[in-house]
C-alpha cells in the first residue's frame, strides 16, 4: 500500500514562495508518475504538475508554468513543488498523486490528504 503525506503549505503573501513536500511509503516509489493538484470548494480538483519517474520529464498546467517547479528525490521517496510568483488564485488545498500514464491520461491511483495553500492579495 502507497501512502503520501504531503507538507509545506500555509500562508503567504502574493508573490512570495512556498515548498511542498510529499513524502510517500512503499518500495514503488520509483514506477510512479508523481504529480500534484489543487482543489478550491465547490470546483473540480485540477492538475497542476507531474514528473517522470527518472525525473527527466515534467509537465505543467499553462497556470503555473513558469511559476511552479516539481521535482523528485528517489534517495528519499519525496516528490516536492516549488511555488514562486504566488497569486491569490494560487488558494487551493494542493494533492500529492501518484498514478501511471494510459495513453495520453494520467491516471492517479493514490492521493495525499491534502495541505492548504493560502496566498493574500
Known amino acids: 500500500q502507497v501512502q503520501l503525506v504531503e507538507s509545506g503549505g500555509g500562508m503567504v503573501q502574493a508573490g512570495g514562495s512556498l515548498r511542498l513536500s510529499c513524502a510517500t511509503s512503499g518500495r514503488t516509489f520509483h514506477i510512479y508518475i508523481m504529480g500534484w493538484f489543487r482543489q478550491t470548494p465547490g470546483k473540480e480538483r485540477e492538475f497542476v504538475a507531474r514528473i517522470t519517474p527518472s525525473g527527466f520529464s515534467t509537465y505543467y498546467a499553462d497556470s503555473v508554468k513558469g511559476r511552479f517547479s516539481i521535482s523528485r528525490d528517489g534517495a528519499k521517496n519525496t516528490v516536492y513543488l516549488q511555488m514562486n510568483s504566488l497569486k491569490p488564485e494560487d488558494t487551493a488545498v494542493y494533492y500529492c498523486?501518484?498514478?501511471?500514464?494510459?495513453?495520453?491520461?494520467?491516471?492517479?491511483?493514490?492521493w495525499g490528504q491534502g495541505t492548504q495553500v493560502t496566498v493574500s492579495a
Open positions: 498523486a501518484a498514478g501511471l500514464l494510459a495513453g495520453p491520461k494520467y491516471e492517479v491511483e493514490h
